[in-house]
Each structure stands twice: as structure tokens, then as C-alpha cells.
């Protein structure tokens, strides 16, 4: 049996994490031989609930579990991690401007990458899911100045994920037929699921559909699903939005093929700034993500590329003060 590794989830007692540390401690992630120890944090309202969480995992006797951490301390949640998934966020309340949302998130997150700093593993891998995630990502890594930045990626697989069964119904295939799908950008409405050098079965994307699907309905469609399954089902997406986390963790962590979608650092590709954190493609090896290279990019697409990187400007305008 392999040694465990040490998985960090915060909002341990939230509805994504009711999805995903389930699937985490089957396996899931990081395949059904690596022993897995949870530590989970929430905040000191919710213990009560997240010890009814830590019951229920222990109650289906997982083998891979070795042991559960329960804590409202993000030093002993992030004690070791090897894996950190930063799900906890503070949602947007009655009256508040997306500027007080901003600054709520800035505070939890700034903390947190503080306490990764100080206690996980130098090699830790954090994944952001709260919103906003990008720009909470950049404020965790900009307050853990030992670990690099790259060890900090935000959430678009979803997304990704989305747009890959959006055009695998459209055009009768299965979703792996679907290669290069592409979101750039923020994990927001102005995200861009950009299909110019997706194929489908061999086939390039732009010959199946219409442009007009594609502009008016494919790319609308996937920005707006959160807000129609919140819509449909009365509440958010969980189930797919844990799915997404686990797809996002084992490929960084195990490596892929194909290309997929992660928020990461941006280092200037495709001319978008430094200082942000961007959805880029990127392909997966030997535990590191390499940003795709060398697609040509249109106007329609620069339009839409700038539009995102400009809102993420923005985002990171409002809490300057707290990047450390
Ligand atoms: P969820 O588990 O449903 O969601 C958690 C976060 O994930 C939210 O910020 C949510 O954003 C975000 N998210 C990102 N992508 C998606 C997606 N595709 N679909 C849905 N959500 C997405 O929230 P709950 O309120 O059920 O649980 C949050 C838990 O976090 C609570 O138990 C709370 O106590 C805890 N918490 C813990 C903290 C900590 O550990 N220190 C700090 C703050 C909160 P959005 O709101 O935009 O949907």
C-alpha cells in the first residue's frame, strides 16, 4: 500500500463538499490504491454539522480512509496538506456589492494562504472553487510567498466540462469525441468557451455547427448554466461542480492526454497580464501543467479574451490592498 497523502477541504460541511469528499475518499481523485488522510475545516458555526459530515464518512467504512480531521483552525487543516481544495467562501448577502463580496473572500483567503504558507506541504497543490475563485486564488498565493504561484489554480473545469456535453449533444457525438475545448478567462459570466480549435471526431468544431449556434447560443449557454441550474433545481450546482474539482486535481496530479481548461497564474501567453489568475489550455504531465502554446487567436476571439482578463484587472483593482 502506498503511504496516505494529506487532503485539506475547507466548507467542509457546504453542498459541494457533501459531493466531494465522499468521492475523494472512494477514490475518485487519486485512484483506488492511495490511501487518503481528510482534513477538513469549516468555520466554528458549522462544526456541529461537520462532525455530522465526519460521521457519515466514517460510517461507510471507506478503505482508502486512513483518518478524518475535523477543525475550525486553518493551521491544523492545512497542517502537511498535500492536496488543498478551497471550497468555503462567503456568499453574496442581501445588499451586497460585488466590491464587499470581494473584500469578505479577500479576508477568508488571505488567512488561508497565510496558513498554507506556514503548515502544508512544499509541494502542496491548491485548487480554488469558492467564488470569486480566480481572484481568491490570487490572494491566497500572494499571501504564501515560500510556495510558488503555481501551486495555486482556480476552477474552470466545470465549465470546460459543460461546453464538452453542450457540443457533444449538438452534434450527436459522445463527449470523447469532443478534443481541444478551451474556457479562457474567469470563472464568471465573462468566461469565453472558445471552440475555434476544438474537433470533434477528427472534425473541426466550425464545420459541425453554425456560427450563429455558436455565438448565441453555445457560448451564452455555458456562462449562464449555473444561474439555469439554480434555476431548475432551487439550488446551486454541487454534485457536477465536486465532479469538476476531482477532474481538475487527478489530471494536475496524474497527468492527461488531452487538453483541459485550469485557472493558473498567467505569465503573459496570449498577451494577457501578468498578475492575474487566467483559465487557460494547458496539458498535464509528470505532476506540472504546461500552457498550450501557438494558437492563432482572431479578433472575435481577442474581443472576448480581453473582455474576461478586464474583469479579472478589475477584481484584483478592488483588493490590491490585501495581496501582501
Ligand atoms: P457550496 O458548497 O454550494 O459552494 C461553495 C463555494 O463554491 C461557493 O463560493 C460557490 O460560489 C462556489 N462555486 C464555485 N463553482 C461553483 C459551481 N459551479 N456551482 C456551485 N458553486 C460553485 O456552498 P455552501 O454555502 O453549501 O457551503 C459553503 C460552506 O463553506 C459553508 O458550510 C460555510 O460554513 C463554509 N465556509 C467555510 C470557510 C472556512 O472553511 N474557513 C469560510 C467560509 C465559508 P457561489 O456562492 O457563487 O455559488
Known sequence: ??????????????????????RIAAGDMLGPDQPVILQLLEIPQAMDALNGVVMEVNDCAFPLVQEIVATDDPNVAFKDADFALLVGARPRGPGMERKDLLEANAA???????????????????????????????IASCN?????????????RLDHNRALTQLAQKTGKRVTDVEQMIIWGNHSATQYPDLAHTKVAGKPAFDLVERDWYENDFIPTVQQRGAAIIKARGASSAASAAS??????????????GVVSMAIPSDGSYGIA???????PVRCQNGDYEIVQGLEIDEFSR???????????????????LLG
Open 244 to 257: 469538476s474539482a476531482i477532474d481538475h486535481m487527478r489530471d494536475w496530479a496524474l497527468g492527461t492526454d
Open 108 to 138: 477568508i483567503f488571505s488567512v488561508q494562504g497565510k496558513a498554507l504558507n506556514d503548515n502544508a506541504s512544499r509541494n502542496v497543490r491548491v485548487l480554488v472553487v469558492g467564488n470569486p475563485a480566480n481572484t481568491n486564488a490570487l
Open 274 to 280: 501578468e498578475g492575474i489568475i487566467y483559465s487557460y
Open 1 to 22: 500500500m502506498k503511504d496516505p497523502v494529506r487532503i485539506a477541504i475547507t466548507g467542509g460541511a457546504g453542498q459541494i463538499s457533501y459531493s466531494l469528499i465522499f
Open 303 to 321: 474581443g472576448k479574451m480581453k473582455a474576461t482578463e478586464d474583469e479579472l484587472r478589475e477584481e484584483r483593482a478592488a483588493v490590491e490592498h
Open 144 to 156: 504564501a510567498p515560500d510556495l510558488s504561484p503555481r501551486q495555486f489554480t482556480a476552477m474552470t
